[in-house]
C-alpha cells in the first residue's frame, strides 16, 4: 500500500518536503511522515471501500443502501477536496488528495 502511495507524484512531492525540512528533530520528521502516511491510508481505504461497497449493492440492485454509499462517497470527497494540513513542533505539511 505504501508503494502505491510513493507512485503518486503528489504524495512523493509531499514527503520530499517532510525530508527538507531546516532546523528539525528526528522525531518531528517522522511524526510529520506518520501523520501523512495515516491520512493518506485512511482516506484511500475508505474510498475504496465505499467504492467496492457501492459496486455490491449495484449488483444487488439495492437503490436505498446505493443512495446512503453514494452520499457517504461524496462527503468523503468533498471534506478532501482541498486537501489537509498536519502539523508538528511549528511545522506543517498541506497534503493533497486526488
Known sequence: MINEFSMNP??????????????????TVQ?????????????YFKKEFLYQQIDEVLLN????????????YNQLIESH???KTVSEDGFELHLHFD
Open 10 to 27: 503528489s504524495v512523493t512531492r509531499q514527503l520530499k518536503v517532510i525530508k527538507s525540512l531546516q532546523s528539525r528533530s528526528e522525531g
Open 31 to 43: 511524526s510529520l511522515y506518520a501523520q501523512a502516511v495515516l491520512e493518506y491510508s485512511l482516506y
Open 61 to 72: 440492485r439495492n437503490e436505498e443502501r446505493f443512495n446512503e454509499l453514494v452520499v457517504e
Open 81 to 83: 477536496r482541498d486537501g
